[in-house]
């Protein structure tokens, strides 16, 4: 023992094997003679209180080196001990500890430090104290050395703390990695929970993980040989930089697949099974089925085993036993057809042995152990799709165990278990399955709690579950609630499996349910736009709160303007009424559309599909609209409270006000001449139209999100009726199903990543009381909401509508004849005319069909294969009944002018037309379809599908349609003066009027639109 400077004791230290320091601190050791030797003054000591360690490269086995000193110190200090009386006072010395004192710290603060200590300045210094903070500091694992030693001053002892940190990491490099990507070890290394990162405390027990990790990472991706090794560098004054040097070796491919002993099914089917290992090519082929080897992964050949042994007990092999797997590796060699290069890298020829065993078929299924008086035979068996006598498949027999299974779990049996037990009779090649069921114990719900949901009040939630605490537990009404729940678009997308946490308490029988909530963003505010076949070009704002003041209520504010739109909407919608499951809402409305295809799509003013020909005979207006619209609606949870999904029932009423403003004569003929409208007694049958309009609706969701669905089906079916007031009477029945599946390749699969969605769609529309349906309630098909290709409103028949037009009266030389030669202000000589002109007023009947195959591509960002079809057409001739007024305006004035003296046209006649319009022939009943490809982008600003998408229409109206006169050849030509100027305008009229349409829809298309089919 000595003394340093200021009466510090420095007490002796006894190295260790491979630089393990130990230090201890004596108690009376002024009774140890000086030239006692090392080991015995160190057993003489009384109390160890510290060890400083310094882990190095060898760090390891110096502390075990340490650790075998320490045991050996100790045993002969007991054995001192034993042979001497110890001094006093072992729990205390009467030394008053004064502030400790830390050197060595760099990043972690002295405070943190003294904290971890439990010694403490005023109380009495103890060695065994001492000991416990060494102990602390050690093992908090921010160290690699620790030493504490005792320092005497004026009036109490302090205690210094020599730390030394270890050193942080600055920087990971990787040297040579080329297969896989850095972002890709990132997330294996987050997976792993390996816990080496920047500004991570340097370890290197986790630096080898690392390289382990890495390894495999790299053998997935086909390079089994790959070798990686670490460089360290320092970087003063603490810090380390980790470079992870990788050498991948040669790229390892999946060669030759074989099988040995299959005899019953061949090669290229067990092949087929193998996902992870058969090559890529076209599935079902025979040259280009093994196009592109799969790259090799060991880790995945199992999975593959066990995929072939179910290819066998899918079809009644129940006894089959894939051997393990024989690998052989060679270079690959041959060339390349593609690259037209030599191949390189290794190959891995797999073989796998087989014994097939026999083939059996299903004698029973039998259930022992349950009870009778809560479920039957029948119903056990009737979750099992399979026949007795079919060959036995597996795969068909685990489906219906977990049918059974979630059959005890809607009765509350949550921990049931079922055993099934194989007896096979070898002379039948039969097998009988005897399902031991256990069903436990029935649980009830006892707490039904929340989380995440800082905005939604509890009840909002509370009152879309089917289950209520106290219940018994039901996994359906659980799965259920939260399919309500995912429809209500107020949280992110919740999974039973992933969302949902039970607890539960087999004592008791009560199980405790927790739903881990995500909430989406209540508010939405911001700016909308783009272009679509209905709006043509659009900019406008708009405010939607889908949960105002987290009660589930609906506020929302559009203000949308464009060159064929104007919209301003307020609305407001309460889902819970009094706290009772009816919905009510309001909105109220200003609206003006020009329904005009030959401006929808195109930026210059025109459609490319249609011709100017063509777009002249569409129907084109503007609808100016302003109403109020209110609605309710209610659940049918008693009637279907076991079904899958929502059922509601409800009823709106619409009151609106329009004004039709047409674009050309066809359109204003089409409004002034259908029945559609009551009580018109001026020829203004474009202004004034009163719409009072009830509409009952059913609607069945089972849908799992509202926006972008991946798995589920809805049905809607609603009747708009209009007459209860108003000046329209019709009826109009739309009836829709949806059905979203989720795929995973080609195959159906409840994990599958891709969507296969489809949609069918019944509309009708019918006046009544001997009125027609306005024109603009009638179907219209075309467009992106129904079928791409074409443009919208386009695809409907055509029909012959008669009008009366003022045909100028010309001489041979070109010239008009004018009405006066001596007074040219009168204008020309014009003769009245009855003419058949061909026009789009819709169907009265639509059906509509959509196949779409979705390939989620990043989050927001979709490919998508489809194909639209429809067929709209006129199935009620009385639909397109004229009124009294526009049967009149035609029939009333005289046509033609077979004499003309002194600016007089005389000799003119009355002329009677059918009371209905009629359809053109070929233009009914024509189906169109659509095939394409379509990349669809969701911006969050415009919250709106940006969509681009090609279309190719194999299925369209080519049709070259005579016109039609609305007098034989003669009389027509009566109508004209018999003279030359006559003679000429009669030619001139029939060439114009009597040429025949062309009707060619487009054969494809590609166009950007913003909006959704369905």
Known sequence: MRKGAAGRRVYPSFMGSEGVVIKTVEQGVANVPEHQPRQERFSSLHRLIGVSRAIGSRGTTGLAAAAVLLCGTATTGIAKAQAAPAPAASAGTGEILCAPQVVGNRRYPKESIIARLFSRQGSQYDPATVERDFNSLWNSGFFESVQIEKAEGSGCTQLIVYVREKPTIGEINYKGLNAVTVSDVLERDKKAKVGVSVESQYDPTKIKRKEVILKQLLAEHGH???TVRTEVKTIPPARVAVTFIVKEGPTVKVGKIGFKGNERINSRTLRAAMKNSKPIGIPHSIILEDLFARTFDATKLDEDVERVRMVYRERGYFKVQPGEPLTKVRDSGGFNIFTMHPTHG??????IPLEEGSRYKLEAIKFTGYDKTVVNTNALRAQFAEKDGDYFNATVFGKGLENLRKAYGSLGFINMAAVPTPTFDEQKKTITLTIDIDAGKRFYVSRIEFSGNTITRDRVIRRELMLEEGQQYNNQAWENSILRLNQLNYFETLKADQDSETRTNNDEGTVDLLLKLKEKGKNSIGLNGG????????????YETNNFLGLGETLSVVANIGDLSRNLTFGFTEPYLRNKPISVGFQVFAQKYDYNPAKSYAAAGASQNLSNAQQSLLTNYNQSSTGLTLSASTPLRHVFKHAVGITRVGVSYALSRSNITTFNENTRNVFETLNYRSGLQTSNALGGIISSIITPSFTYSSVDRAAGPHSGRDFNLAIQVAGAGGNVKYFSPVASFRQFYPMKGLRINREGHNVLGMRAQLAHVEGFGGQVAPPFNRVYGGGESDIRGFDIRSATPYVFIPTRVQFNLTNPDGSTVPRDPSNNTLGNAQIPLPIYRLVTVGGDTSFTGNLEYRIPIVSQVTFA??????????????QLQQSVLGAASLSSPLYGCSNFVNGACTGGKQLSFPTRLQTAPGTNFVPRMSNGVEFQVV?????????????????????TLPQKLATDAATFQSFFPNSAAGRYTYA????????DYILREPRKTLRLSVSTTF
């Open 224 to 226: 089994q040989f790959a």
């Open 346 to 351: 290794k190959r891995i020829d797999i073989e």
């Open 531 to 542: 272009l679509s076949g209905l709006s043509g070009s659009f900019i406008g704002l708009n």
């Open 865 to 878: 294969f489809f194909t639209d079809f429809n067929l709209t057409f006129n199935a009620v001739p009385s």
């Open 939 to 959: 911006l969050p600003i415009v919250n709106a599908p940006f969509r681009l998408f090609y279309a190719y229409n194999p299925l369209r109206l080519y049709e």
């Open 988 to 995: 001139q009229a029939l060439q114009f009027y009597g040429a």
